[in-house]
């Protein structure tokens, strides 16, 4: 009965890889989002979809790339790995709408050697 | 742009201490206002959370924050605190703008002394 889940929950990979991150949610709601937490413990939002439709769009590398094949899912695809995209990735969902809670996944930790 | 503060980086206290998070935004606009723990090795969960109405919001294991709209602030506040309370706070806001988007501050290590 597990809400909002991502696959995997650790990702360890070489400079240069091609990697994707899972998350799937079972709330029904109609708006999901990817989060990074660096080292320094500060999140920040990267991408938001809302119905399959992107909504938002931080400045990220075009190395990442968001893609919802329905609500329920929104996997992150990061291509040719860097350094500095070891941190943790949280993906969490809510309903439409600032007044509506998000709900986060357990995180996904990435280390890029 | 709206933004979060948190002052506090790292803060040490023994169980049963009383505990005081500072938390300051900068929107002049109309806010939702939440408090996120994330325990060693696990993920966010929410504390507490204002939309409206009371501004002094209790949440759940005895903690409660106050809005005060006049200070831009949302401290959380703990009377007692707990061992168990050792965790990551993180104040977050959302605007009613169109995009939705969280602003999370950066962060309270909280350590309780046993």
């Known amino acids: 009965d597990t809400a909002v889940s991502q696959t995997p929950k650790y990702l360890v990979t070489q400079m240069g890889n091609d990697k994707s ?9 109609d708006t999901m989002y ?17 119905n399959k439709e992107l909504i938002i769009n931080e400045t990220v590398p075009n ?12 996997n992150l695809h990061i291509n040719s790995l860097e350094l500095g995209d070891s941190a943790v990735y949280f993906c969490a969902s809510s309903h439409r709408g600032s007044e509506e809670t998000q709900y986060f996944g357990p995180g996904t930790r990435l280390l890029v050697l | 742009a709206q933004s979060v503060s948190q002052h506090n980086h790292h803060v040490i206290l023994s169980e049963a201490a ?8 900068s929107y002049g606009g109309t ?25 002094l919001v209790k949440g759940i294991k005895g903690f409660e924050a106050e809005f005060i709209k ?17 965790a990551e706070y993180f104040c977050a806001v ?4 169109r ?3 969280i602003i999370f501050g950066k962060g309270t290590r909280l350590h309780i002394l046993p």
């Not at chain 1, 190395?63 to 929104?74: C, E, N, Q, T």
């Not at chain 2, 060693?40 to 501004?55: A, I, N, V």
């Not at chain 2, 006049?70 to 050792?86: E, G």
């Open chain 1, 21 to 29: 991150i899972k998350c799937e949610q079972n709330l029904g709601h």
């Open chain 1, 34 to 50: 990817w989060y990074k937490q660096d080292s320094k413990k500060f999140l920040k939002i990267m991408f938001s979809y809302n």
């Open chain 1, 63 to 74: 190395r990442f790339s968001p893609k919802s094949p329905d609500k329920a899912h929104l």
């Open chain 2, 18 to 25: 009383s505990l005081e998070l500072g938390c300051n935004y």
């Open chain 2, 31 to 55: 806010v939702n206002l939440f408090w996120y723990v994330q325990y060693p090795g696990q993920h966010l969960q929410l504390l507490l959370k204002y939309f409206s109405g009371d501004p």
């Open chain 2, 70 to 86: 006049s200070k831009f602030s949302f401290n959380l506040r703990k009377p007692s605190v707990q061992w168990s309370d050792t």
């Open chain 2, 94 to 97: 959302t605007t009613m703008n």
């Open chain 2, 99 to 101: 995009d939705d988007k």
